[in-house]
């Protein structure tokens, strides 16, 4: 049909211009439907994840509201976009991580899981049945062999190894802040490493925080598992860098 | 792709006979990063633009030249997360050939192979062409080494010199005055690098290029490492 163009814009087929609309459409979605930022980075011996914690209205649990999930106990994830797509991904991912420990008994690195998140992904661009969904994984652990790891898995299906990262409304912003940073980055302990994943935040969004506005989540050491930070932990490194600026 | 509840093709022809969605596929592929490759006499030589749009990606990682069986690689332009797929059919059905013939692939049958995969998403129901151009190398049964283009259709040509992606036109133009017939694996490779490095944005090194050869004496695929790269970029300034 020459006017299956119009289609174009509805499932994933190609534009005459040779574009894909769903999955452009898709990107839109995960940066802005959130209105979060997650911000990724890599230490020397550490991984970190930070976004913000905006709990929608007073009557909600706030321990319930958390973009930051673990799919094994050493690999974690910030998943930025819809809430619903997001859960989708991570709940695939807890599988193919369990199915990989089961069948060759040992855990999944991290590259092989976003590898594999992504292949998943890139099977709702080319295959009109399901839409793209939006939402953009930062996946983040220790690797036995490479050290740590951050792999960027977008709505299209790509994943890239990255020394710091950032997802979601203000992606562009925080990238131009770890650009400049990236070289002293790739040395940093891990209370750096948070810190400065935390001044990229603040910086970005223009505003400080307190404990309870953010959430942060680390990785260190080859033998570390993925934990949240808790309040206290997160007030201490804020007071460091208060203390830092004065 | 059975399990697609679509059970029409999205590629149909026009009333004037086209298959738009694959001509817009090659579009796709025309938006992509460039990649040439030149067959010489004693070996092929594949390379592509690996510049990516931030410094903190961790590029020694990412990887577009991709072995697929010992003798053959690819590379590709277009979109990434379908060359995945192509390369993971690929070396699968490969391993597959071993199993059953006790011998690897040769490159024409591999060609093939991943050519009909690529028909096939034109013409099944609900999924779209591979946005992706190929290029193969690799020795084929006797030993003459080969390079072969796929295409988003499923057309495959071998090649003697060829370029895809952005600017393949010009770089096409440049391989045209330079490639001899009796050219040599290692003269092959030099002009490889200055095709690419006449279309590239801004300075070409050692990290944001990938360079695979593969040579007749051992009908081995490999890529270069960034030392490598790095010495025939010093002899070619």
Known sequence: MSRDSNYDHHITIFSPQGRLYQMEYAFKASSTASGLTGIAIRGSNSCVVVTQKKVPDRLIDPKSVSHVFSITPKIGCLATGLTADCRAQVQRARYEAADFQFKYGYAIPVHVLAKRIADIAQVNTQSASMRPLATVCLLVGVDDERGPQVFK?????????????????????????????????????????????????????????????????????????????????????????????? | MGDSAYSFSLTTFNRTGKLLQIEYALNAVANGRTSLGICAKDGVVIATDKKLASTLVDTEQVRKVENITDGAGFVYSGVGPDYRVLVRKAR??????????????????????????????????????????????????????????????????????????????????????????????????????????????????????????????????????????????????
């Open chain 2, 92 to 237: 699968k059905s490969s391993q597959s050939y071993y199993l059953t013939y006790r011998e690897p692939q040769p490159v024409s049958q591999l060609v093939k192979g991943t050519a009909s995969v690529m028909q096939e998403y034109t013409q099944s129901g609900g999924v779209r062409p591979f946005g992706v151009s190929l290029l193969v190398a690799g020795t084929d049964a006797d030993g003459t080494p080969r390079l072969y283009q796929v295409d988003p259709s499923g057309a495959y040509f071998g090649w003697k010199a060829t370029a895809i992606g952005k600017n393949y036109v010009n770089a096409k133009n440049f391989l045209e005055r330079r490639y001899q017939e009796d050219m040599e694996l290692e003269d092959a490779i030099h002009t490889a690098l200055l095709t690419l490095r006449e279309g590239f944005e801004g300075e070409m090194t050692s990290q944001n290029i990938e360079v695979g050869v593969v040579s007749t004496t051992d009908g081995v695929f490999r890529r270069l490492t960034p030392e490598q790269i790095q010495d025939y970029l010093d002899e070619a300034s």
């Open chain 1, 153 to 246: 898995v977008d709505c299209a299906g790509h994943y890239l190894p990255f020394f710091a990262a950032a997802s979601g409304s203000k992606e562009q912003e925080a990238v131009n802040f770890l650009e400049k940073k990236v070289e002293e980055m790739k040395g940093f302990g891990v209370d750096d490493t948070v810190r400065t994943a935390i001044m990229c935040l603040g910086n970005v969004l223009g505003s400080d925080f307190r404990g309870t506005e953010i959430e942060v989540a680390i990785v260190e050491g080859k033998a570390g598992k993925f934990r949240k930070l808790t309040e206290d932990e997160i007030e201490t490194h804020l007071n460091a860098i208060a203390d830092a600026d004065a």
